[in-house]
């Protein structure tokens, strides 16, 4: 691990790094739980292992100017793939108008199946322990980062954050790969296959359905009762919302009487409202879309799904 401070180091550690045709980063942000957070520490990894010797933590708190040198080098490079994890948020402090071939970890782990990644949530620590049997002590996550000099715990943890990104991004690119692909051609899919797994799942769905909806209706009833706001992380919220009606025949009557300007709304005719103004049809400017729905049926007389 490098830990640098000296902004000619910065700017020679900076060069370095675009050399490589990816890189594994990560920030820590000063005055992090206020409106005036800015970053403070930018972390580098070159090694796909996660050797701790490839990191380098540049100390760019208060320095505008190596930011914006590390902006232009690294982040507006698309030349060089840069992975983050919730790339969002770094983003914030590193011009993500000018970013370039971002990679988000937090978003390839979001969008593989429960199947192939079970795991109560997305976060780092999370998928670290998960994928690569490590555990992430996230103490240091909201320490004071606007402090100098920063402790060596600090500095262990940010280099920790890098050190086990390549591993988790790798991981999740194998879990990817399993995964169903999103860009199927849909003439080329197995039907016998999707029918066969959409009904299977159809059936426990619906039951799954009926009873999660039986429980929510209960819960809801208990929580009310027991003016319970918060149990076991479910919170009951109740919130009140006022609705304003009129026909619309009494408001053209009332825009008319005070000269105010029509309404201007698009009404949906019905069937009956189209027979009686059949007569008129074809002075009304009358705008037409067709709407289309695909539905699926379930056959129920037929016994021949293996479960």
Same mark, same amino acid.
């Given at each position: 691990?490098?830990?640098?401070?000296?902004?000619?180091?910065?700017?020679?550690?900076?060069?370095?790094?675009?050399?490589?045709?990816?890189?594994?980063?990560?920030?820590?942000?000063?005055?992090?739980?206020?409106?005036?957070?800015?970053?403070?520490?930018?972390?580098?990894?070159?090694?796909?292992?996660?050797?701790?010797?490839?990191?380098?933590?540049?100390?760019?708190?208060?320095?505008?100017?190596?930011?914006?040198?590390?902006?232009?080098?690294?982040?507006?490079?698309?030349?060089?793939?840069?992975?983050?994890?919730?790339?969002?948020?770094?983003?914030?402090?590193?011009?993500?108008?000018?970013?370039?071939?971002?990679?988000?970890?937090?978003?390839?782990?979001?969008?593989?199946?429960?199947?192939?990644?079970?795991?109560?949530?997305?976060?780092?620590?999370?998928?670290?322990?998960?994928?690569?049997?490590?555990?992430?002590?996230?103490?240091?996550?909201?320490?004071?980062?606007?402090?100098?000099?920063? #402790?060596?715990?600090?500095?262990?943890?940010?280099?920790?954050?890098? =050190?086990? $990104?390549? %591993?988790?991004? !790798?991981?999740? *690119? +194998?879990?990817?790969?399993?995964?169903?692909?999103?860009?199927?051609?849909?003439?080329?899919?197995?039907?016998?296959?999707?029918?066969?797994?959409?009904?299977?799942?159809?059936?426990?769905?619906?039951?799954?359905?009926?009873?999660?909806?039986?429980?929510?209706?209960?819960?809801?009833?208990?929580?009310?009762?027991?003016?319970?706001?918060?149990?076991?992380?479910?919170?009951?919220?109740?919130?009140?919302?006022?609705?304003?009606?009129?026909?619309?025949?009494?408001?053209?009557?009332? #825009?008319?009487?005070?000269?105010?300007?029509?309404?201007?709304?698009? =009404?949906? $005719?019905? %069937?009956?409202? !189209?027979?009686? *103004? +059949?007569?008129?049809?074809?002075?009304?400017?009358?705008?037409?879309?067709?709407?289309?729905?695909?539905?699926?049926?379930?056959?129920?007389?037929?016994?021949?799904?293996?479960?």
């Amino acid at each position: 691990m490098q830990y640098l401070t000296h902004a000619g180091k910065i700017r020679e550690a900076i060069a370095h790094l675009a050399r490589f045709p990816i890189l594994w980063l990560d920030t820590e942000t000063a005055a992090y739980r206020s409106k005036n957070r800015r970053i403070a520490l930018i972390q580098a990894q070159t090694d796909p292992g996660g050797d701790a010797a490839q990191v380098f933590l540049l100390d760019v708190l208060d320095q505008p100017d190596l930011i914006e040198t590390f902006i232009t080098t690294i982040i507006a490079n698309p030349q060089i793939e840069k992975v983050f994890h919730n790339a969002s948020y770094d983003l914030r402090f590193l011009d993500k108008t000018r970013a370039e071939n971002i990679t988000c970890t937090l978003k390839i782990a979001k969008a593989i199946p429960p199947s192939l990644l079970p795991v109560d949530n997305h976060k780092l620590n999370t998928l670290a322990a998960h994928l690569c049997n490590l555990s992430l002590d996230k103490t240091e996550q909201g320490g004071d980062w606007g402090q100098r000099p920063l #402790t060596t715990a600090q500095k262990e943890y940010a280099a920790l954050d890098v =050190i086990v $990104l390549p %591993q988790i991004h !790798q991981a999740l *690119l +194998k879990r990817q790969a399993q995964a169903p692909s999103l860009s199927r051609d849909p003439a080329q899919e197995d039907l016998d296959a999707l029918t066969l797994a959409y009904r299977q799942i159809s059936l426990k769905y619906e039951a799954v359905k009926a009873e999660y909806e039986s429980i929510k209706d209960r819960l809801k009833q208990a929580m009310a009762a027991q003016q319970s706001t918060h149990c076991n992380g479910v919170r009951y919220q109740k919130t009140t919302t006022t609705e304003y009606k009129i026909s619309f025949a009494d408001l053209l009557a009332i #825009t008319q009487t005070h000269q105010l300007p029509p309404p201007n709304l698009p =009404i949906k $005719l019905t %069937q009956e409202w !189209q027979k009686s *103004l +059949k007569p008129v049809w074809d002075l009304l400017p009358i705008e037409e879309s067709l709407r289309e729905s695909i539905s699926l049926k379930i056959a129920k007389d037929e016994e021949d799904v293996p479960f």
